[in-house]
């Protein structure tokens, strides 16, 4: 089943923060996160593998509750090069191939 | 280094064609994935290659589609007697090994069918 995210779109100014949610109905082993910009392919910020693990990159981070199968995207101080669609793929424990959320469409304006 | 490229980047064909759809992987990847994009939604598996063979075709949707990777590098995509409703976004992903590792994507293969 295809996971579920939310909220489906969100509109921010310069500056302020956002959380992406994407939540499965199924056991995951890893989520991985992209955004993906008009006509352009998806970009990857970051995998997390099951055991909770938090990452972080500049201003972007993310966690993974293994236990509710769910993983939250943090957006902080947000910049207009953050606009696009955010997807969550998810990996279950049985292959190698990434099952995608419907997309969080996020416009950060000035 | 280079990343994922695909060929062509556009395709319109009438229905009932023939397509073929190229993807070369980031060089020394193992792991090919082909996905299929609808407008508005995230992708969506069709198969995965682990080297030469395919691994795993579950996401194919019907026999009309086909893929091949016959020296475990550059890819194919085989869409026959295709149909309106192929028009999507074809993208390809490679990864180091396949195993829980990052999936590059491609900049995709826009498909149309008339």
């Known amino acids: 089943q295809q996971p579920v995210q939310s909220p489906q779109a969100v509109i921010l100014r310069e500056g302020e923060d956002a959380v992406i949610n994407c939540s499965s109905s199924k056991a995951l082993y890893s989520v991985h996160w992209y955004r993906q910009k008009h006509g352009e392919a998806p970009v990857f910020l970051m995998i997390?593998?099951?055991?909770?693990e938090q990452k972080g990159h500049e201003k972007i981070s993310a966690s993974f509750n293994e236990k509710k199968q769910q993983s939250s995207l943090y957006l902080t101080a947000s910049q207009l090069s953050y606009s696009g669609t955010y997807f969550c793929g998810t990996e279950g424990n049985a292959g190698n191939m990434l099952t995608f959320g419907g997309g969080t469409r996020l416009m950060v304006k000035p | 280094g280079a990343g994922v490229s695909q060929t062509p980047s556009n395709k319109v064909t009438e229905k009932g064609k023939y397509v073929e759809l190229r993807c070369d992987p980031i060089?020394?990847?193992?792991?090919l994935y082909w996905y299929r994009q609808s407008l508005g939604q995230g992708p969506e598996f069709l198969i995965y290659f682990q080297g030469t063979g395919a691994a795993d075709d579950s996401g194919l949707p019907n026999d009309r589609f086909f893929a091949v990777r016959p020296e475990g590098s550059v890819s194919t995509l085989k869409i026959q007697r295709t149909e309106r409703g192929d028009s999507a976004v074809y993208l390809c992903a490679s990864s180091k090994t396949g195993f829980r590792e990052t999936q590059y994507f491609g900049p995709g293969t826009r498909l149309l069918v008339l």
């Open positions: 060089s020394g990847h193992t792991a």
């Open positions: 997390l593998l099951k055991g909770g």
